[in-house]
């Protein structure tokens, strides 16, 4: 059965369709390694983000084994859940809901990035003192976080819902906080096992750094550079090369 071109809507998910597919019917054999992301993007029409998103999918089902430095793997031809927070016995590329946990973590970068930079500037418009201490809490937890090695994920969230109540517009605080429910499913999960680490850590918080000093100086532009600095950056950890990413 040869890769078919699919249509723009939940992109992923088609995707991970076809690929299941084509394990399940053996065109992709048990212990074979799957052709490059970039292959794989070319000959199904679509961007290398979003094929990326559909092998994470497949990986939290257990169907796939990404080898750093070596390839993709079929590991299985039926989805086995392999995340304590995935559900169990469900094709999470299959269905078509619109549960955040369940949102392409690439997609949700590329949301939050027009998003989260004018809720920054907005920020710094309105900004009070008390906002202001919420941001540096998130950002002084981050350091804490990432001193004791531990991932800064709630000193992170803490910081961009500390800059989304600043906001002073409550429907963009519960986008933000949408996204961070997606942040926290079983697909950005997987991804930040492969791209996150304490030299990404580093970096991001000095990237956060910048944005809470825009937003203490009352600076919108400054702001909305900054936070779109770090939301680019951001995505480009997340969707380098797999060779990139350290060895577990």
């Known amino acids: 059965m040869p890769l078919q071109t699919v249509a723009p809507q939940r992109l992923y998910r088609q995707i991970a369709e076809q690929l299941r597919q084509l394990m399940v019917s ?54 086995v859940a392999k995340s304590k927070s995935a559900p169990k016995a469900k094709h999470l590329a299959a269905h078509d809901t619109d549960t955040p946990s369940e949102w392409g973590p690439l997609e949700v970068m590329s949301a939050r990035l027009l998003i989260e930079a004018e809720v920054a500037a907005l920020a710094a418009t309105h900004a009070q003192k008390a906002d202001i201490k919420a941001i540096k809490a998130g950002l002084q937890q981050m350091k804490l976080e990432a001193a004791r090695n531990k991932e800064p994920r709630d000193g992170d969230e803490a910081f961009h819902a500390g800059i989304a109540k600043a906001c002073g517009n409550s429907v963009l605080l519960d986008t933000v906080q949408r996204y961070w429910q997606a942040r926290n499913g079983p697909l950005f999960e997987r991804l930040g096992d492969y791209f996150e680490h304490p030299e990404s850590w580093q970096t991001a918080i000095a990237e956060h750094q910048q944005v809470l000093w825009a937003i203490e100086a009352h600076d919108a532009p400054a702001a909305r550079k900054a936070m779109q600095k770090h939301l680019k950056q951001a995505h480009k950890r997340y969707s380098a090369s797999w060779r990139r990413a350290p060895a577990r």
């Open 26 to 79: 053996g065109e992709f054999a048990l212990g074979s390694r799957l052709p490059a992301e970039r292959d794989l993007a070319l000959q199904l029409g679509v961007s290398r983000p979003s094929v990326r998103e559909a092998l994470i999918a497949l990986e939290v089902e257990g169907m796939i084994e990404v080898r750093t430095g070596s390839g993709i793997y079929v590991q299985r031809t039926q989805a």
